[in-house]
């Protein structure tokens, strides 16, 4: 018989619509069930509920976790699955609101994101199998966000206007409102053209929209609704567990694997500034970092006093 601490119904529920409706993996899923059973443990002691509790109760556990030393990271994991749980308790009108919603996180260093090898980017990309509506959507996807380096919530933001497949480019808006245009590579031209085909987008196309802006919209999902930022990134999770990438990969990944394979095939910085949408060369800077063996090898390899010979 297992000995996993039982959580309250509604978490065991949450995390069964995190299985099934949003196809998180098992490791994602463990990692929710470790945060909640904290939780959920928390609120027992302080003869809290997921119904009766508040903002500040919260922010007390927030406080309780930094008092016994974790850290911020674990602090903002765990936060996010407690907003995330009451998120889903204030959807299905089990709760008024949302109490973890306005909770600040911790803040938490930032670090470089390990961009892919180009062999994980080819393996990911030939994960997508088959030719139905919704795997031409999620070949498109992982073109785009890889071919490209836009943002996810640029991803989900295109409509068809800021698309033009024959001159191979795209309008996106990034931060700010900022419009940039930004040419399409071939491979992901020939994807979003199989998407945007009538065995395509057209097969999920509702027969009423169900929003305003829905018809624009370049990515549909399974609904015919405008494709989420949550829903696209869950896609792009569905296919680096299927390659076995797990957490290394995520939506900004794919745009930090774009410019620094740039980078490295001898693309200039502000080529890759522009394409990224930085106002700044330092930022861009960050986000193509790489590592001291590979300077030291292109220095070696490119600079005549570099290397003496005997």
């Known amino acids: 018989m297992s000995s996993r601490p039982a959580l309250p119904l509604d978490a065991e529920e949450f995390l069964s619509w995190?299985?099934?409706?949003?196809?998180?993996?098992?490791n994602t899923i463990a990692a929710y069930r470790r945060d909640l059973t904290a939780y959920s443990a928390y609120l027992s002691r302080n003869k809290l509920t997921f119904e009766l509790v508040s903002e500040e109760d919260i922010e007390r556990y927030v406080v309780s976790q930094r008092t016994q030393g974790k850290a911020?990271?674990?602090i903002a994991r765990s936060l996010v699955a407690v907003r995330s749980l009451h998120r889903f308790l204030a959807e299905e009108g089990?709760?008024?609101?949302?109490?973890?919603?306005?909770?600040?996180?911790?803040?938490?260093?930032?670090?470089?994101?390990?961009?892919?090898?180009?062999?994980?980017?080819?393996?990911l990309l030939a994960s997508v199998v088959g030719n139905g509506p919704l795997e031409r959507r999620d070949r498109a996807?992982?073109?785009?966000?890889?071919?490209?380096?836009?943002?996810?919530?640029?991803?989900?933001?295109?409509?068809?206007?800021?698309?033009?497949?024959?001159?191979?480019?795209?309008?996106?808006?990034?931060?700010?409102?900022h419009e940039r245009v930004v040419p399409i590579g071939r491979l992901a031209a020939d994807a979003l053209k199989d998407w945007l085909a009538t065995?395509?987008?057209?097969?999920?196309?509702?027969?009423?929209?169900?929003?305003?802006?829905?018809?624009?919209a370049?990515?549909?999902?399974?609904?015919?609704?405008?494709?989420?930022?949550?829903?696209?990134?869950?896609?792009?999770?569905?296919?680096?567990?299927?390659?076995?990438?797990?957490?290394?990969?995520?939506?900004?990944?794919?745009?930090?694997?774009?410019?620094?394979?740039?980078?490295?095939?001898?693309?200039?910085?502000?080529?890759?500034?522009?394409?990224?949408?930085?106002?700044?060369?330092?930022?861009t800077q960050v986000y193509t970092l790489v590592s001291a063996e590979r300077l030291r090898s292109v220095y070696e390899n490119a600079h005549p006093r570099a290397k003496r010979t005997r």
């Open 18 to 26: 995190l299985t099934v409706e949003r196809g998180r993996s098992p």
């Open 72 to 74: 911020a990271t674990s």
């Open 94 to 123: 089990r709760i008024e609101r949302n109490p973890a919603a306005d909770v600040e996180s911790p803040k938490v260093p930032q670090g470089l994101p390990k961009p892919l090898s180009e062999p994980e980017v080819e393996s």
């Open 141 to 177: 996807i992982l073109e785009v966000l890889y071919g490209t380096g836009i943002r996810i919530s640029e991803l989900v933001g295109l409509s068809l206007g800021d698309v033009d497949l024959t001159d191979r480019v795209m309008r996106v808006f990034g931060k700010g409102s």
């Open 199 to 216: 065995s395509g987008r057209g097969a999920v196309v509702p027969d009423q929209w169900a929003r305003r802006g829905d018809a624009e």
């Open 218 to 283: 370049v990515f549909l999902n399974a609904r015919g609704g405008r494709l989420s930022r949550q829903g696209a990134w869950g896609i792009v999770r569905t296919y680096g567990d299927r390659v076995g990438l797990g957490d290394r990969l995520s939506p900004h990944v794919l745009r930090h694997s774009c410019a620094t394979h740039m980078l490295d095939h001898g693309a200039d910085i502000r080529v890759v500034q522009e394409l990224l949408g930085h106002a700044s060369v330092a930022t």
